[in-house]
């Protein structure tokens, strides 16, 4: 039963209860950026970058915050904050200028102390060492050492933390586990279960709305509820399990502004409520949204060389014996990607924002690579840039990426560029000219610098050619957000994909995003970055003064493990679906992948024809992988409808949307195929359109509540809800029929529920029954 705080509750009866649409008392131009995201506050402490949310941040007169120790930099740009004993899972931070306030919303997730033990059993170790996902894999300090038991003390948010022991050196299972899971690659790992009070944190839906007001539902206790226009407090009444907002006057002058909510209690924070207006009116229908709007986005990725070839007259493959065809341009370029804008194919496709792979100018020669075995390479990828500004000219010219750049915007579509600032190639003059620019390559203990992606995260190099760069050198930081800042004013393109995010401090995304927003003075721009690691370090480069989002790397290889083998179980793909709700918000514009150029193609392993526990290059350099099974079409289609159907950013790895196989790089970037395909590849390509078209035209896929309503090993159920939007997603993984019957809850609307593709089932009031074919999914709406 839920309850709201009543001495709360009666305060804002008395202020607001019967109150219509009000005028807030706000400035004519807001001074803050964006309807800015939440601050995710550490234990240790924070530092709030204000200067990336308020565009003049020497304006801030004073600042306010409940519950936390603080500290105001001098200089207005950065404000310190430290939670205390008292601090709450969610508190407003309220920044005055010129006597008009801003709020900023603060979530907070106490860790937790915990002892650990490993008993040694009578076997005599010189040292026992930690590795897991809560210290990205890098092996602990040594544990203590008590008669044989080993002992540690983590300080760990609530979750799952997969794990190994290391001892002596050697990797193994802890024996004194029996909570195991796969690591996704063919093996397993113990994992240590951190209980999670959040689970008992109120539950928002959205309930109904009309001309002038908004009704939220609420399931559970709440302690605390904070409402804002944009950035604004404003007045809502709370009654009944309902939170009702009347919509400021404000809104009707603005083409685009959002009602966020944001709950409590003493178990933690709920998810979140967005809600967008136009001209101070609920949207209603997906028409209405437009290229701008950043949730409503569709991806798809392409590598340029390899995609369509439309100027044969500028085909310069290295010629060089050592490098195989692989690994050698094959001509694919920039007028051949507005051949096909032109011809369609991304419209009827349905997306709505093509990435493309970078297109700076790469060597005219092959390198070796470091690592055994050596194979050489050209830089037909893009990502050994030798210039910062100028276009390959493999790829095409200046005029070639206008033409690009125009014909998308002409279809309504936005483009995103890939752009590389962690390294350049040796051959790029800026290096030459400063090789003190770069970051050691060769360490004290004589090893060399290369692919150290954790120990030496931040200055670790990709290879001996492609030196890394020392960021906290000025002169560094202005180069790379300089010419990131060209690729915008001068092509107009809409925003980047950046690489290898990780590793590159956050003061560079910061300057950079802060750069882009004063000197372009677009109101959109779309950052999307590149980090394998924990939640926690891909969160860190995710806020309102750096990057939209990142790709949700670890979501994706739950989603990859359990929907391409059979054995693997949808309660972890369920639990890992939570874990990035609670990190990265319930609205987040998160990456959600259907594989990428660095990972081997999802279809070759549901497809039978690579296993997770092998070298995946090297077995796209000795045999012809292909699809060895059709029912890993099925698994595919399985995958699109998931990405798709959660929140985030759906992005679709060109090819994926006709079952393409590949095994590891790079063979995973064989050349785009858009004539004679077989049946089963044309199957694919119409489900995948069915289903994006679903994402872009169903306003509860992109802004709807996820409600997680059932998972076994077998099947998994989910809806989004906006208002009366409900759509209900079923998967089935298995080999035989499924018969499941779910009771629904009382507030998703099932009026007149129909199913996106053939499908048996009935209600009976509150409760589903359906019947899943074999490895099938389902969208009812």
């Excluded at 809600?275 to 290229?291: C, D, F, W, Y």
């Excluded at 075995?373 to 100028?390: D, F, N, V």
């Excluded at 972890?572 to 193609?601: A, C, F, V």
């Excluded at 029929?737 to 529920?753: D, Q, S, V, W």
């Amino acid at each position: 039963m839920s309850r709201i705080n009543l001495s709360f509750l009666i305060v804002l009866i008395s202020l607001f209860g019967c109150s219509k649409s009000v005028e807030l008392n706000i400035p004519e131009i807001s001074e803050m950026y964006e309807a800015s995201g939440p601050v995710y506050v550490n234990e240790e402490g924070s530092e709030i970058y204000l200067n990336g949310y308020f565009k003049q941040v020497e304006k801030i007169d004073s600042v306010k915050l409940a519950n936390y120790n603080f500290e105001l930099s001098k200089d207005r740009k950065w404000l310190n904050v430290k939670p205390t004993e008292n601090s709450p899972a969610l508190e407003e931070l309220k920044v005055w200028m010129k006597g008009y306030s801003y709020s900023i919303i603060l979530l907070y997730v106490k860790k937790v102390q915990y002892n650990f033990t490993f008993d040694s059993k009578g076997t005599i170790y010189k040292q026992v060492q930690l590795v897991g996902s809560f210290n990205s894999w890098t092996p602990s300090e040594s544990l203590i050492n008590e008669n044989g038991l080993w002992t540690a003390t983590l300080k760990l948010s609530p979750g799952r933390y997969q794990y190994q022991i290391v001892a002596d050196g050697k990797w193994m299972l802890d024996p004194g586990n029996s909570i195991q899971e796969s690591n996704n690659i063919g093996g397993f790992n113990s994992v240590l279960v951190i209980d999670d009070p959040s689970e008992n944190s109120p539950k928002l839906f959205t309930s109904s709305f009309s001309s002038h007001k908004i009704e939220i539902g609420i399931n559970g206790n709440v302690n605390k509820i904070v409402c804002l226009w944009d950035n604004y407090a404003i007045p809502f009444a709370a009654e009944n399990n309902i939170i009702s907002i009347n919509i400021p006057k404000n809104a009707r002058h603005l083409e685009r502004s959002f009602i966020r909510i944001w709950s409590n209690n003493e178990f933690g924070y709920s998810n979140d409520i967005l809600i967008p207006l136009e001209h101070g009116k609920v949207i209603s229908n997906a028409s209405k949204l437009n290229r701008t709007d950043k949730h409503a986005q569709v991806l798809y990725f392409m590598l340029v060389d390899r995609f369509n070839n439309g100027d044969k007259s500028i085909d310069k493959p290295v010629v060089d014996p050592e490098i195989d065809d692989k690994a050698n341009y094959w001509g694919g370029d920039l007028a051949g990607i507005t051949q096909k804008i032109k011809e369609g194919y991304f419209n009827d496709l349905g997306v709505s924002m093509i990435w493309l792979s970078p297109i700076t100018q790469n060597p005219m020669e092959g390198f070796i690579e470091y690592p055994a075995p050596h194979r050489k390479y050209s830089g037909y990828h893009g990502y050994w840039p030798i210039t910062l500004t100028t276009v390959d000219n493999r790829f095409g010219s200046s005029q070639a990426l206008k033409e690009l750049v125009a014909s998308t915007h002409e279809n309504n579509m936005n483009v995103i560029l890939d752009y590389v600032s962690n390294h350049v190639h040796q051959q790029n003059k800026n290096y030459i000219d400063n090789p003190h620019w770069a970051t050691i390559l060769d360490l004290p203990d004589g090893r060399k610098n290369i692919r150290i992606w954790e120990e030496h995260r931040l200055t670790t190099w990709f290879d001996t050619f492609l030196p890394s760069l020392n960021f906290d050198l000025p002169e560094v930081e202005d180069m790379m957000s300089d010419s990131a800042m060209f690729w915008i004013t001068e092509y107009n393109i809409d925003g980047f994909r950046h690489d290898a995010t990780k590793h590159i401090p956050t003061p560079y995304w910061r300057t950079l995003t802060k750069k882009l927003r004063d000197e372009s003075k677009r109101d959109f721009v779309f950052q999307i970055g590149e980090t394998f690691g924990s939640r926690e370090l891909i969160r860190s480069y995710v806020g309102s003064d750096m990057l939209d989002g990142q790709f949700d790397f670890n979501l994706y290889f739950d989603m990859r493990s359990i929907m391409a083998v059979d054995n693997e179980s949808f309660v972890k793909l369920s639990q890992s679906l939570k874990e990035s709700q609670k990190y990265y918000g319930s609205h987040s514009l998160m990456g959600n992948i259907t594989g990428n150029h660095d990972l081997p193609r999802f279809i070759s392993f549901a497809g039978g024809a690579l296993k997770f526990d092998e070298d995946d290059k090297n077995a796209g350099w000795t045999r012809d992988i292909q699809v060895e099974d059709t029912i890993g079409y099925y698994k595919l289609l399985q995958v699109a409808a998931f990405i798709h159907t959660i929140p985030g950013i759906p992005v679709t790895y060109y090819g994926d949307e006709i079952g393409m196989p590949g095994a590891g790089d790079p063979d995973n970037r064989r050349p785009m195929k858009f004539d004679n395909l077989t049946r089963f590849e044309q199957m694919v390509k119409d489900q995948t359109t069915q289903i994006i078209m679903e994402r872009r035209n169903n306003l509860s896929l992109i802004y709807g509540d996820l409600i997680l309503l059932h998972s076994d090993d077998n099947t998994m159920v989910y809806a989004r809800k906006y208002f009366e939007m409900t759509s209900i997603i079923v998967f089935n993984k298995t080999n035989q029929t499924k018969i499941l019957i779910i009771k629904l809850p009382e507030y998703l609307n099932t009026k007149g529920l129909k199913s996106l593709t053939d499908c048996d089932f009935q209600l009976s009031g509150n409760e589903l029954e359906i019947t899943l074919k074999p490895y099938s999914y389902y969208i009812l709406e």
